[in-house]
């Protein structure tokens, strides 16, 4: 992973090469959109802002130059340019500055958040009904693939899980711009650590704590999302959801953090993941409670307290 590293802090030629190859890739499997995320964080990380805005703007006349020629439709192209420049490349570009100005992932997770909410509320504007919606087109494109998949689902059960998809989806949108922007970083930060900090990306994650502010915000949008009608009740359960992802990176940091404090096995992080990939909702609700009393607890600095020596008078001859 170093060479990988210190191929894309060669030059600009290098790092838009990786950029576009891992654009190009993101077609034809998603979640390869960590490649082209991953080095424009590391970029924007070692080299500022600016190089990582003018790395976007070549890899998307690049991209959109080949599949021009290519011969794709440009409804296509526009729409996966608007998908990778809002939703991957965007993101990472303002958590990958927040993290070079404050040090802090813990401020970087919060402007992940932001710019999460963000796409959350200009969703709603921009749609007015999301629930209906996101039901039009899992209706075009959901229910053909069950119907070819011969699930043995009733026109009548498949309605419901269209109800059901259509009132979350808008929080998972939300969640997935933050666990992709997130995720970037984190592989952008590792890298630059195995160059110039070995180790250094282990301590970032392990500190990340967003305090009680936090804690607040949910509890406003619960009160809005269950005591007020309309749209402002579905932005608010659906930012709600946005925060329930938050705090699961909490956890998650808390979870690595207690591991390493308390010199427990490796064996307990691979439990961990190996719960995450064959239960994964019900993990991130555990991560998310989890997140949730850290930040009103700070379980980390109560254990480090603990295993301090008590202070005293200095002992001299």
């Given amino acids: 992973m170093r060479a990988i590293a210190e191929f894309i802090l060669r030059g600009r030629i290098q790092a838009l090469l990786v950029v576009i190859g891992g654009a190009l890739l993101t077609s034809l499997l998603p979640i390869l959109n960590h490649v082209s995320g991953g080095a424009l964080a590391l970029t924007t990380l070692r080299n500022g802002p600016r190089e990582g805005i003018v790395l976007t703007l070549a890899a998307a006349v690049v991209v959109a130059a080949a599949a021009f020629l290519a011969a794709f439709e440009a409804a296509r192209i526009e729409t996966f340019l608007l998908i990778m420049g809002l939703l991957v490349w965007a993101p990472v570009l303002v958590v990958a500055q927040v993290l070079r100005n404050s040090r802090s992932m813990g401020a970087a997770l919060a402007a992940g958040a932001a710019v999460s909410a963000l ?13 209906a919606w996101w039901r039009t087109l899992m209706q075009e494109m959901l ?25 979350v989806m808008t929080g998972i949108l939300g969640a997935t711009v933050l666990y992709t922007a997130m995720t970037n970083l984190f592989i952008g930060r590792w890298l630059q650590a195995i160059v110039y900090n070995p180790g250094g990306f282990r301590s970032e994650f392990h500190a990340i704590h967003l305090g009680r502010w936090m ?4 509890l406003v949008l619960l009160a809005l999302g269950n005591f007020t009608g309309g749209g402002l009740a579905g932005a608010s359960l659906d930012l709600l959801f ?7 990176l909490q956890g998650l940091s808390l979870v690595h953090g207690m591991v390493a404090a308390t010199r ?9 993941y ?5 239960a994964l909702p019900q993990m991130v609700l555990v991560l998310s409670a989890a997140g949730f009393a850290d930040s009103l607890m700070d379980f980390r600095a109560r254990l480090g307290k603990k295993g301090k020596p008590p ?3 200095a002992s001299g001859p």
């Fill in 119 to 131: 796409v959350v509320i200009g969703f709603h504007v921009a749609v007015g009904d999301t629930q």
């Fill in 143 to 167: 229910v053909p693939m069950l119907e070819q998949a011969h699930t043995g689902l009733s026109a009548g059960e498949i309605d419901r899980l269209l109800d059901t998809l259509a009132k």
């Fill in 215 to 218: 804690a607040g915000v949910a």
């Fill in 242 to 248: 946005l925060v329930g992802a938050v705090y699961s």
């Fill in 264 to 272: 427990a096995h490796k064996a307990w992080l691979a439990g961990l």
């Fill in 274 to 278: 190996l719960l995450m990939l064959f």
């Fill in 311 to 313: 202070e005293g008078p």
